[in-house]
């Protein structure tokens, strides 16, 4: 699976951003997309998941400003509202995904994007 993000930018504190991310190659493999952050010196952490059944999970600093979405079977947006400085980061682009071989055995993977920025400054 590739992922290819959009939508990082600069915004002010108390503004939004849109990020949005499409997913291709083996798509219906799926079971979960989300979005990771990270800033420099710290390590990766999930910002918001969603399974293929619409279930999601967020991170306790952004609950109630963030919302993540499944577009398409292949897309995935996060709405960001009221952000912060600290929501500055690389944000990324996460999926799970499975399969089982012809032997009978689940496989497990995991995809990234490349990363796009979000920068809430004044």
């Known amino acids: 699976v590739q992922l290819l993000e959009s939508g990082g930018g600069l915004v002010q504190p108390g503004g939004s951003l849109r990020l949005s991310c499409a997913a291709s190659?083996?798509?219906?493999?799926?079971?979960?997309m989300g979005w990771f952050r990270q800033t420099p010196g710290k390590e990766r952490e999930l910002v918001a998941t969603i399974t293929n059944g619409g279930t999601t999970n967020y991170a306790a600093s952004v609950k109630g400003r963030f919302t993540i979405s499944r577009d398409s079977a292949n897309m995935v947006s996060l709405q960001m509202n009221s952000l912060r400085p600290e929501d500055t980061a690389v944000y990324y682009c996460?999926?799970?995904?499975?399969?089982?071989?012809?032997?009978?055995?689940?496989?497990?993977?995991?995809?990234w994007g490349q990363g796009t920025q979000v920068t809430v400054s004044s």
């Open positions: 190659g083996s798509v219906n493999r799926i079971h979960t």
């Open positions: 996460r999926t799970y995904q499975g399969y089982y071989t012809d032997s009978g055995e689940r496989v497990e993977e995991g995809s």
